[in-house]
């Protein structure tokens, strides 16, 4: 099973019910409500495409970014976002949350993935990464960013403190002259290791 967070709640659905669609698509049709009466998966799937068509200038579309052209005979006028509105995206690969508008996932579509040319007044609108709306702001920490931030921040002083040991300590002469905490037992100095390098490699 898997739950789907829509604009109102969470749906739980069997994975083999689900249909892969671009993340845009996501932002322009959150109000779309279709009766499954009237419109099947296969139709809703062309609709998608259409959706795409008209971003991109495939097949025979000219590209728009104007949300009531691109949504067209598609999403009723009464369904279609503003282009203000903003929803919940979730990284797939980090986790994170993050708020972004349909006018940004737009912008950000037609501009970055489809290739056109940055209008020099967009250029500080578009963002890295689709996630990453500049006129959002940032949502705030939940109480698991902030155990992993405590956490990331123990580990970040225990790695400064053997480091600091190291500099400090003078090197024996001879072969025995190595660079390791001698007061610490190999085992904890591995273990340390393998805690730290993850949270020090870690990004969003």
């Known amino acids: 099973m898997a739950s789907i967070r829509t604009s109102s709640n969470l749906v739980e659905s069997t994975i083999a019910d689900l249909v892969e669609v671009a993340p845009v698509l996501c932002f322009l049709m959150v109000n779309f409500q279709p009766s499954t009466d ?3 998966v296969a139709t809703l799937l062309q609709h998608h495409e259409l959706t795409l068509d008209r971003l991109f200038a495939r097949n025979g579309q000219r590209a728009t970014i104007v949300i009531p052209r691109i ?13 203000t ?3 919940r995206w979730i990284n797939s690969t980090s986790g994170k949350e993050s708020l972004v508008s349909v006018r940004h996932a737009v912008d950000y579509v ?3 993935d489809g290739g056109s040319r940055i209008p020099s007044s ?3 609108n578009i963002g890295t990464r689709l996630d990453n709306d500049p006129t959002q702001a940032p949502l705030p920490m939940t109480r698991d ?7 990331n921040d123990d580990l970040d002083a225990i790695l400064q403190a053997i480091q600091s040991s190291n500099s400090s300590r003078p090197a024996a002469p001879g072969p025995r002259s190595i660079a390791i905490d001698d ?7 591995e273990t340390i290791n393998q805690e730290v390098e993850p949270a020090s490699h870690s990004k969003f």
């Open 110 to 112: 037609y501009y970055i």
């Open 38 to 40: 009237t419109l099947d």
């Open 183 to 189: 007061s610490v037992p190999n085992a904890q100095q």
């Open 122 to 124: 967009q250029q500080n």
């Open 85 to 87: 509105t903003a929803s």
């Open 71 to 83: 949504l067209h005979g598609i999403v009723p006028a009464r369904q279609q976002p503003e282009a």
């Open 145 to 151: 960013d902030v155990d992993d931030s405590a956490e």
